[in-house]
Structures are given as C-alpha cells and as structure tokens.
T-cell receptor
Framework: GNSVTQMEGPVTLSEEAFLTINCTYT??????LFWYVQYPGEGLQLLLK?????DKGSNKGFEATYRKETTSFHLEKGSVQVSDSAVYFC?????????FGTGTSLTVIP | EAGVVQSPRYKIIEKKQPVAFWCNPI?????LYWYLQNLGQGPELLIR????????DSQLPKDRFSAERLKGVDSTLKIQPAELGDSAVYLC?????????????FGPGTRLTVT
C-alpha cells in the first residue's frame, strides 16, 4: 500500500540554523510528493511539490528533491527563521488519493 | 481568488447532540475532501467527492456521520449523535483534479469540542 513516514519531532532549532526533516514513502506507481505546513490554528498550506523523479520543489527558501532510488523527499532550509515555527507534513498522492505523514513540529528560537 | 471557506471555526456541544459543518471549496474545484485531524496527527480522510458523487467514503463512520454535496459545490458534514471521541479538527480541502493537478487546498478547519 501507499504510506509516508516522517521523522518524529519535536524539532527545536536556533534562528539561522540548517533544517532537515526526513520523509520516506512507499507507493505503487509514480506518486506526486508534497510538503504542507500548518501554523497554529490554521489549515494546511501547500509549501512545495514535485511530480516526478529528480524534480526539486522549492518555496520560501525550503527545498525538497524527489529521490526515487531512496524513496525519499526530505525537506531542507538553509537558514530558519522564528516565523518558520509550525508543523510540517509530508504527503504523497496517486491521482486524487492523498496519504499524509504524522507531521513534524518545528520550533525556532531567537 | 477566495480560498476554501469553512464554518463554524469553533463548536462546543454536549455529547449526544447533533452538529454540522459547512465547506465551500475554491470555485471550479471538482474534488472535495473532508478530513479529521486529531491533536498531533496528520489528516485522516473521511470522505472524498468528485462533483456530487462520494467516490471514497470507506473511512466514514456511517452509523453517526453523514455528508452531502448536493450540487457539486459546497458540502455539509454532519455528526449525529456526537461522542466525546469526536473532539477534533475537521478539515475541508479541494483540488481542481484532472490535468490541473491534484494538490489540495485546505480550509482553516472547524475545531469541535464534545463535552
């Protein structure tokens, strides 16, 4: 079946530190991969996506590369800010069916 | 372009009472999803609509939950009667589908507290 596994949190970093949140997936076929971000009290917002192997999604300084050989889609940011504090969800879709990870909480301290 | 609209944002009810949530998706989005999100967890699909047809409701507890999307636009999710374990955030999402892509756009959610 299809599933997504994220590194467990919570993650606490100092401002300007490097961020990596690991995500691996299991899927049949050729899924699209996504990272969503959820700020407190809000719904999920699409952060970035990649639709095929070796694609790199990027947005707001965040990046993730679709690695088919390692079935991974790790989220990275070179220098985090306090405003990046949120919960991050990795997800995959096969057509219009979505599978979400359990989320990784990130807190960035000044 | 307006995003996905949900109401109410918060609801507190006593157990055994009925409750309903409303969602208006992004204009033109044919696919609509209802999710349940427990604290510290990812969204769990309850039901997915393609236009007015419920194409995946396998995870919907049909003894107490019901949903409708009569005209293929807005949708209502109902719980009757509510139980303590139903306390959670109920998220609605929509996507254009087809060649326009399947990324989902989420509403702010309705936080339900059952006392």
């Amino acid at each position: 079946g299809n599933s997504v596994t994220q590194m467990e949190g919570p993650v606490t970093l100092s401002e300007e530190a490097f961020l990596t949140i690991n995500c691996t997936y299991t899927a049949t076929g050729y899924p699209s991969l996504f990272w969503y971000v959820q700020y407190p009290g809000e719904g999920l917002q699409l952060l970035l996506k990649a639709t095929k192997a070796d694609d790199k999604g990027s947005n707001k300084g965040f990046e993730a590369t679709y690695r088919k050989e390692t079935t991974s889609f790790h989220l990275e940011k070179g220098s985090v800010q306090v405003s990046d504090s949120a919960v991050y969800f990795c997800a995959l879709s096969t057509g219009n069916q979505f599978y979400f990870g359990t989320g990784t909480s990130l807190t960035v301290i000044p | 372009e307006a995003g996905v609209v949900q109401s109410p944002r918060y609801k507190i009810i006593e157990k055994k009472q009925p409750v309903a949530f409303w969602c208006n998706p992004i204009s033109g989005h044919n696919t609509l999803y209802w999710y349940l999100q427990n604290l510290g967890q990812g969204p769990e699909l309850l039901i997915r609509y393609e236009n007015e047809e419920a194409v995946d409701d396998s995870q919907l507890p049909k003894d107490r939950f019901s949903a409708e999307r009569l005209k293929g636009v807005d949708s209502t999710l109902k719980i009757q009667p509510a139980e303590l374990g139903d306390s959670a955030v109920y998220l609605c999402a929509s996507s254009p589908g087809g060649t326009s892509g399947y990324e989902q756009y989420f509403g702010p959610g309705t936080r339900l507290t059952v006392t």
